[in-house]
């Protein structure tokens, strides 16, 4: 079973950036990979994804400032968030599935904390 670790969250100041890493312990090519996100008594949101053929999606709420990209290699995906505003504050979690992730294949994992505040 794959399971996923996320990493990479911090305190950012309104206008920064991160790089978050979402590493499988096996491998991810099959996968779509999701990353998602869930802030205070809001449900999780799907915010990125990336399919192995490399198509992407993003929601409305972050299309133009965050960016998937995988690592067949080193089964990791990452997302790359710039431009980031306190309500872009949230635990971020990853996962991979089917094409649409209607269906995901890994334990959620402990997520890692955002924090956009000055």
């Known amino acids: 079973q794959v399971q996923v670790a996320e990493s990479g969250g911090g305190l950012v100041q309104p206008g920064g950036s991160l790089r978050l890493s979402c590493e499988a312990s096996?491998?991810?090519?099959?996968?779509?990979m999701g990353w998602y996100r869930q802030a205070p008594g809001k449900e999780r949101e799907l915010v990125a994804s990336?399919?192995?053929?490399?198509?992407?999606k993003y929601s409305d709420s972050v299309a133009g400032r965050f960016t998937i990209s995988r690592d067949n290699a080193k089964n990791t995906a990452y997302l790359h968030a710039v431009s980031l505003k306190p309500e872009d504050t949230a635990v971020y979690y990853c996962?991979?599935?089917?094409?649409?992730?209607?269906?995901?294949?890994?334990?959620w994992g402990p997520g890692t904390q955002v924090t956009v505040s000055s």
């Open positions: 996962n991979a599935g089917n094409s649409r992730l209607k269906v995901i294949v890994a334990p």
């Open positions: 096996g491998s991810i090519f099959p996968y779509t």
């Open positions: 990336i399919t192995s053929d490399g198509e992407t």
